[in-house]
């Protein structure tokens, strides 16, 4: 059965960290770029962070850069999102997801077919 399970979210105060992670069953990941998503309240689903399986490379959303790292352990089938200085307006639920290509493109939610059913992460003192 396909399914991506994610973990690691929960409350944590401004400058805090979390580290997330999303384990793939069913299939392998060593086909697929992983990327990472978030949805506040209110608001509509944003892209935070994609990684290639064929080439590893990264890519974040602005409002992330310097402060969020994705990872993978393709022999794991896991894919993680390290959290550092965290801000009030990082809180949502954040999902994982896969994308049908090895490589990235952008961080467009319609790009990527299955997702996990989400971790949710408050930010607040």
């Known amino acids: 059965q396909f399914q991506l399970v994610e973990s690691g979210g929960g409350l944590v105060q401004p400058g805090g960290s979390l580290r997330l992670s999303c384990v793939l069953s069913?299939?392998?990941?060593?086909?697929?770029?992983m990327g990472w998503f978030r949805q506040a309240p209110g608001k509509e689903r944003e892209g935070v962070s994609c990684i290639g399986s064929s080439d590893g490379m990264t890519s974040y959303a602005d409002s992330v850069k310097g402060r969020f790292t994705v990872s993978r352990d393709n022999a794991k089938n896991t894919v993680y999102l390290q959290m550092n200085s965290m801000k009030p307006e990082d809180t949502g639920i954040y999902y994982c997801?896969?994308?049908?290509?090895?490589?990235?493109?952008?961080?467009?939610?319609?790009?990527?077919?299955?997702w996990g059913q989400g971790t949710q992460v408050t930010v607040s003192s």
């Open positions: 069913g299939f392998t990941m060593d086909y697929y770029a």
């Open positions: 997801a896969a994308r049908g290509w090895d490589y990235c493109s952008g961080l467009s939610a319609p790009d990527y077919g299955s």
